[in-house]
């Protein structure tokens, strides 16, 4: 319990350090938009241990991709439903689990310019004194395939 308060107080830390970069005033405007951009993973952390990890995913520009919004003039009633890149998003995230036998997706819900998914990494005991035998892969690992995936099939 305490290698996760100390975690845990270590991106805090890092979120206040974040907090306090100041923007150089002879920076790009292409600069400005990555100075502002916060990284909020934690600098020492392993993430292919197991637990629970909440992970969003947005698109490009926050581009609406992932829903299709049509209104009915009689009753001015917005209907939405996924769009083909949606419903691909669907498929790929239902297929998360057949890649890596120790991943499960819990919930996840597809916004129409971003995805929101709770990914659980299992332990894995695997020897004769049930130590967790290291087979699970990094959630960068993960969202890296799920998102190539994805391009190789809308392109």
């Known amino acids: 319990m305490a ?3 100390d975690s845990l107080q270590s991106f805090r830390n890092h979120l206040r350090s ?4 100041e923007q150089d005033e002879q920076t790009s405007p292409a600069q400005e938009q990555l100075i502002k951009r916060k990284d909020y993973r934690l600098q020492f952390f392993d993430y292919s241990t ?7 995913i947005c698109t490009q520009n926050h581009k609406n991709l992932f829903w299709d919004f049509t209104s009915d003039p009689d009753s001015e009633e917005i209907k939405y439903s996924l769009s083909d890149i949606g419903n691909t998003v669907d498929k790929e995230i239902n297929k998360i689990c057949d890649f890596y036998e120790n991943v499960e997706i819990d919930k996840y819900v597809i916004m129409p310019n971003h995805i929101h998914m709770v ?6 005991y695997e020897d004769e004194n049930h130590e967790p035998v290291k087979l699970v892969p990094t959630i960068g690992r993960i969202i890296q395939q799920f998102k190539g995936s994805i391009t190789k099939q809308i392109t």
């Open 18 to 21: 974040l907090d306090k970069v």
């Open 50 to 56: 197991y637990g629970y990890y909440f992970v969003t």
């Open 119 to 124: 990914i659980i990494l299992k332990e894995n």
């Open 3 to 5: 290698n996760f308060k």
